[in-house]
């Protein structure tokens, strides 16, 4: 089973500031078959990218995907009020398919 | 308009069972194959089960192996997650989601509670 660690745990940042999230694979992740999700309290995920870097139908162009192997990076360029959440990124080029523990971005 | 509508969550003793339903709506159901995804109060996601299109194809992860069973009724539109031998740990809000790899459409989930 492929191990997917995100880093930081928490990230305290301001409107208008630039994250970069990071999650690291234990083994290669074969085709680059990873997505970034991102998660409000009570609510369902919701699908930011998938195959590494495609951003999907309707998500602003401030978040992109990018890496591959074992090192992946979730970039939001310019954080909106809206962008502070919870953030996972999952692997599906493997089974099984497996999620990381979660990137908390929070406002400073 | 794509909606997943999960039900049959609730409270269940350990060794218990409880059948989860996903009602599909908005698209054909036998196009997709289908996850389940869990959330444990407080935790991260865990990816649980899914199913090819046709039901010919499962796959588990390895904490619910022989204890879980997912199946489908395309002709109903509905995805079903059959769950036994409930542990404490099986504790979780429980969301089918459309796809077996990444997952565009979610439901809103169903919480499982197990505990005496």
């Known amino acids: 089973e492929i191990v997917l660690t995100q880093s930081p745990g928490t990230l305290s940042l301001s409107p208008g500031e630039r994250a970069t999230l990071s999650c690291r694979a234990s083994?290669?992740?074969?085709?680059?078959?990873l997505a970034w999700y991102q998660q409000k309290p009570g609510q369902a995920p919701r699908l930011l990218i998938y195959d590494a870097y495609t951003r999907a139908t309707g998500i602003p162009d401030r978040f992109s995907g990018s890496g591959s192997g074992t090192d992946f990076t979730l970039t939001i360029s310019r954080l909106e009020p809206e962008d502070f959440a919870v953030y996972y990124c999952q692997q599906y080029g493997n089974s099984p398919q497996t999620f990381g523990q979660g990137t908390k971005v929070e406002i400073k | 308009e794509v909606q997943l509508v999960e039900s049959g969550g609730g409270l269940v003793q350990p060794g218990g069972s409880l059948r989860l339903s996903c009602a599909a709506s908005g698209f054909t159901l036998s196009n997709y194959w289908m996850n389940w995804v869990r959330q444990a109060p407080g935790k991260g996601l865990e990816w649980v089960a899914n199913i090819k299109q046709d039901g010919s194809e499962k796959s588990y992860v390895d904490s619910v192996k022989g204890r879980f069973t997912i199946s489908r009724d395309n002709a109903k539109n509905s995805l079903y997650l059959q769950m036994s031998s409930l542990r404490a740990e099986d504790t979780a809000v429980y969301f089918c989601?459309?796809?077996?790899?990444?997952?565009?459409?979610w439901g809103q989930g169903t919480l499982v509670t197990v505990s005496s």
């Open positions: 083994q290669s992740v074969r085709s680059s078959y």
């Open positions: 989601a459309r796809g077996g790899t990444y997952s565009y459409y």
